[in-house]
């Protein structure tokens, strides 16, 4: 890598991390801790050894937990626990903690190896979902519980939003038990397209089942574009 590509690629990195704060609604002080959130395990390959992620990401796990848990007991005062659990899991999975990274623009402030990130790590949903948690972490560290509360509450609300109605069956579900009920195979989910930016992809999901004419969908995620697949297969033939 030449001086000047290595310049222009510093550049882009330097905005990137200054848009991830925007959206945050937080400029860290402590550039290190900032750093160190966003960097993963490979960066470190064939260089200098960095302090990565990983330690964050332990933290900002139960920091994640404690913060979703509170926030629906106050939003579902009525709900049980098993109501409670259900809306969590929709809420703190692998997935959903990508797609708030993607969200906040996370992928292009991401420190990895070169070879990681030509190998598609910048959306990886566990190597998003645990920098999404060590940045949590690290707003923890460094402004405490009240103000990560406050963040947590609005870079969060589209999950929120997604799962307010918890309960109702997974569209990739209610699917496969439509199918077994008809005596179909399984559905078959293929990826046929990947198009826009690492920090905003767009996937194309083809679904296919028995000798149903296939349907096409697309998302933001593999997962979102299945889901999204699942559902107009349902709508068609099973909703109509």
């Known amino acids: 890598m030449t001086d000047e590509v290595a310049r222009a690629a510093g550049n882009r990195r330097k905005a990137a991390v ?43 796990d139960r920091v994640l937990n404690l913060l979703a848990a509170e926030r629906l007991m106050a939003l579902h ?5 098993g109501e409670l659990s259900k809306r969590m899991h929709g ?9 708030v990274a993607r969200d906040l623009g996370l992928p292009a402030a991401l420190r ?35 103000r990560t509360r406050e963040v947590f509450a609005v870079i969060w609300a589209p999950m929120f939003e997604a799962v307010r109605n ?18 179909l195979p399984q559905p078959r989910y293929e990826v046929i397209g990947r198009a826009g930016p690492d920090h905003a992809p767009v996937f194309t999901v083809a679904l296919e089942l028995g000798e149903l004419a296939p349907v096409q969908a697309q998302g933001r ?7 999204a697949a699942a559902k107009a297969m349902l709508d068609r033939e099973a909703r109509s």
């Open 18 to 60: 200054a848009g991830l704060e925007r959206k945050l609604g937080h400029v860290f002080q402590d550039r290190e801790l900032l750093e160190r959130a966003l960097t993963h395990a490979s960066a470190s390959q064939g260089g200098p050894v960095a302090r990565h992620n990983e330690q964050l990401e332990f933290l900002g």
């Open 77 to 81: 005062p009525e709900d049980r626990e």
């Open 91 to 99: 809420l703190i999975n692998r997935e959903a903690c990508a797609q």
């Open 112 to 146: 990895l190896a070169s070879g990681e990130s030509r190998g598609g790590g910048r959306d990886n949903p566990t190597i998003l979902g645990d920098a999404c948690e060590a940045l949590l972490a690290a707003l923890y560290l460094e402004a405490g519980l009240e």
């Open 166 to 183: 918890a309960g109702a069956s997974n569209p990739k579900s209610e699917l496969q038990e439509w199918a077994a009920a008809k005596r």
């Open 221 to 227: 995620s593999r997962q979102e574009a299945e889901k």
